[in-house]
């Protein structure tokens, strides 16, 4: 959907809670304004060094039937200011996945009071009696068959790297 970037004056910091209980400095450079189930929402966000922007944001199903917040990364605007918002790009934060990442809880007005039901939304949780890794996923992971994509200068197996096996 189409989104409109307003950049504020000078860059702002606003001190956010983050998932490990401390609160930190958010630095935001304007608001994004889109059309959503019918009214205009505004979320503020930071802007990258590519132009990007980058927003936390909840919504009416956070912590319910999706995680408790998510990250959003519009492309840059141009010249006037316009953007694309997918919110089907919506994604989970690290701190989702690990406790030992640190994320920012989203900004005071960037839970939105509509059920943004689309993107990432939560984590699948395994029953108690399947396997942590899939016997699939333990017999490529053994094998260490180096693939072309070396994330971060790691060798991950193929079919992990693919998405054609998951943990």
């Known amino acids: 959907m189409p989104g409109r970037f307003t950049p504020y004056d000078e860059d702002r910091t606003v001190r956010v809670e983050n998932a490990d209980g401390r609160a930190r400095g958010l630095g935001l450079g304007g608001e994004l304004s889109f059309a959503l189930a019918g009214q205009e929402v505004t979320l503020q966000v930071t802007v990258e060094g590519d132009g990007s922007l980058w927003a936390v944001f909840g919504d009416a199903t956070s912590g319910d039937s999706s995680y408790r917040f998510r990250f959003l990364r519009p492309a840059a605007p141009d010249a006037e200011g316009r953007t694309t918002v997918d919110l089907n790009r919506a994604l989970l934060p690290p701190c989702a996945f690990a406790d030992h ?24 949780r395994r029953s108690a009696g399947e396997d942590r890794f899939p ?16 994330p971060f200068g790691r060798i991950f197996p193929r079919a992990l790297v693919r998405g054609t096996a998951s943990l």
């Open 101 to 124: 990442f640190i994320c920012p809880f989203p900004p005071p007005g960037n839970t939105l009071s509509v059920a943004v039901e689309a993107g990432e939304r939560t984590l699948r």
């Open 135 to 150: 016997s699939q996923v333990q017999r490529v992971t053994a094998e260490r068959r180096p693939c072309v994509d070396r």
